[in-house]
C-alpha cells in the first residue's frame, strides 16, 4: 500500500521558517494529488495547501497566502510547505494526503491515504 512520511516539522519562533516534506512511497505512480492539512489542539483538520497532480492551479488557505508555498520534486516523489514567517497559530500536527485528479481542494474527502504527521510549534 502506498505510504506517505511527513517530516521537517519542529519547534520555531515567530518569523522563522520551517520546510515540511512529504516523501511518497510504495507506488509506481509518477505524479499524484498531494494536500497539506493541519490540526491544531483541541480543533479539527484544516486544509492549508495543494497541489494537483500534473502541477496545475495549487490552492493555499488565506491564513498562509503569501507566507507557504507547495513544491515538487518528481525524481524524489516528494512534495514540500516551505512555511516562512510562521506565526503561533501555525501551530499543529501538519498531514499529508494523497488524492484528487488534475484539480485539487482543500477538502478532506479527497484523500485517500494519509501520513501520520510531523508537529509544528510556533512559540516565543
Known amino acids: 500500500q502506498i505510504q506517505l512520511l511527513e517530516s521537517g516539522g519542529g519547534s520555531v519562533q515567530p518569523g522563522e521558517s520551517l520546510r515540511l516534506s512529504c516523501e511518497v512511497s510504495?507506488?509506481?505512480?509518477?505524479?499524484?494529488?498531494i494536500g497539506w492539512f493541519r490540526q491544531a489542539p483541541g480543533k479539527g483538520r484544516e486544509g492549508v495547501s495543494c497541489?494537483?497532480?500534473?502541477?496545475?492551479?495549487?490552492v493555499y488557505a488565506d491564513s498562509v497566502k503569501g507566507r507557504f508555498t507547495i513544491s515538487r520534486d518528481y525524481a524524489k516523489r516528494t512534495v514540500y510547505l516551505q512555511m516562512n514567517d510562521l506565526k503561533p497559530e501555525d501551530t499543529g500536527v501538519y498531514f499529508c494526503?494523497?488524492?484528487?485528479?488534475?484539480?485539487?481542494?482543500?477538502?478532506?474527502?479527497?484523500?485517500?491515504?494519509w501520513g501520520r504527521g510531523t508537529q509544528v510549534t510556533v512559540s516565543s
Open positions: 494526503g494523497i488524492g484528487g485528479g488534475i484539480v485539487c481542494y482543500l477538502t478532506e474527502r479527497q484523500y485517500d491515504i
Open positions: 510504495r507506488t509506481s505512480l509518477q505524479t499524484f494529488g
Open positions: 497541489i494537483p497532480e500534473t502541477d496545475g492551479n495549487v
